[in-house]
T-cell receptor, first 118, second 108 residues
Framework: KAGVTQTPRYLIKTRGQQVTLSCSPISGHRSVSWYQQTPGQGLQFLFEYFSETQRNKGNFPGRFSGRQFSNSRSEMNVSTLELGDSALYLC?????????????????FGNGTRLTVT | EDQVTQSPEALRLQEGESSSLNCSYTVSGLRGLFWYRQDPGKGPEFLFTLYSAGEEKEKERLKATLTKKESFLHITAPKPEDSATYLCAARNNNDMRFGAGTRLTVKP
């Protein structure tokens, strides 16, 4: 079974630009979450999508947005890039059933997109 | 505020020297405690899920345990290939909150 695929693997942008990152989940997984990982802050939750709807959102500014398509693939967009947005952006998918099984499903991560803002 | 704290930040062991990593959590409505391994340049790889206090899970040289306030990842007779950052995460109904990780180095 193919794992979570994130593209591109590396990205260099300048301040003020915008960027779109892509994530293809494991086949059959309908939930996709996004995380930002930096050396100082660790893994920070951005948002979670399920069936094209945002289910939860972390404490990030509105410049960070995302969406999910009908095939469960997801994209994340960051507008007006700042130097502090440089990070590893990780996408994770999980099987989502109902109730307790949804909550306890482990996240399966991709290898991330390394974004550098200059 | 929900919080997950891991200790130590870094741990250096000789091959064969057993030890434990700690994960303390204060998360309301905990539904599961997860352990992940992360190698440089890669995403976290799922290891274990623990659901309730007293539960234990094992995989090769790793054993994870859970109490009402903390979880331990015990590493028995580690090998150099066990070198990685180990992350724990506590999940409730809203999100999964990660600790900062323990960076483990095992010297031959």
């Amino acid at each position: 079974k193919a794992g979570v695929t994130q593209t591109p693997r590396y990205l260099i942008k300048t301040r003020g630009q915008q960027v779109t990152l892509s994530c293809s989940p494991i086949s059959g997984h309908r939930s996709v979450s996004w995380y930002q990982q930096t050396p100082g802050q660790g893994l920070q939750f951005l948002f979670e999508y399920f069936s094209e709807t945002q289910r939860n959102k972390g404490n990030f500014p509105g410049r960070f947005s995302g969406r999910q398509f009908s095939n469960s693939r997801s994209e994340m967009n960051v507008s007006t890039l700042e130097l502090g947005d440089s990070a590893l952006y990780l996408c994770a998918s999980s099987w989502s059933g109902q109730g307790a099984s949804k909550i306890m499903s482990p996240l399966h991560f991709g290898n991330g997109t390394r974004l550098t803002v200059t | 505020e929900d919080q997950v704290t891991q200790s130590p930040e870094a741990l250096r062991l000789q091959e064969g020297e057993s030890s434990s990593l700690n994960c303390s959590y204060t998360v309301s409505g905990l539904r599961g405690l997860f352990w992940y391994r992360q190698d440089p340049g890669k995403g976290p790889e799922f290891l274990f899920t623990l659901y309730s206090a007293g539960e234990e899970k094992e995989k090769e040289r790793l054993k994870a345990t859970l109490t009402k306030k903390e979880s331990f990842l015990h590493i028995t007779a580690p090998k150099p290939e066990d070198s990685a950052t180990y992350l724990c995460a506590a999940r409730n109904n809203n999100d999964m909150r990660f600790g900062a990780g323990t960076r483990l180095t095992v010297k031959p």
